[in-house]
């Protein structure tokens, strides 16, 4: 995991709300340009999302969203 990601659950298992969160992967494009797009939402309410080149990446952006959408 990368840093946004570990903060992320961090955050959230400290307050016990980890349960709340949940994340979804999409890609679109040919097999070796293909874009990743990662959504994160807290009790059914998107607060982080992101598009890049590589799932990890995408998680990392969208994971840092989330945070700043959270205030933490």
């Given at each position: 995991m990368?840093?946004?990601?570990v903060r992320?659950n961090?955050?959230?298992?400290?307050?016990?709300?980890?349960?709340?969160?949940t994340?979804?992967?999409?890609?679109?494009?040919?097999?070796?340009?293909?874009?990743?797009?990662?959504?994160?939402?807290?009790n059914?309410?998107a607060?982080g999302?992101?598009?890049?080149g590589?799932?990890?990446?995408?998680?990392?952006q969208a994971?840092?969203?989330?945070?700043?959408?959270l205030?933490?």
């Amino acid at each position: 995991m990368t840093a946004n990601v570990v903060r992320l659950n961090n955050f959230l298992q400290n307050r016990h709300m980890q349960h709340a969160l949940t994340e979804s992967f999409s890609s679109v494009g040919p097999p070796n340009q293909l874009q990743w797009t990662v959504t994160f939402k807290l009790n059914g309410q998107a607060i982080g999302a992101a598009t890049a080149g590589t799932k990890g990446a995408a998680k990392e952006q969208a994971a840092g969203q989330a945070l700043t959408a959270l205030g933490a």
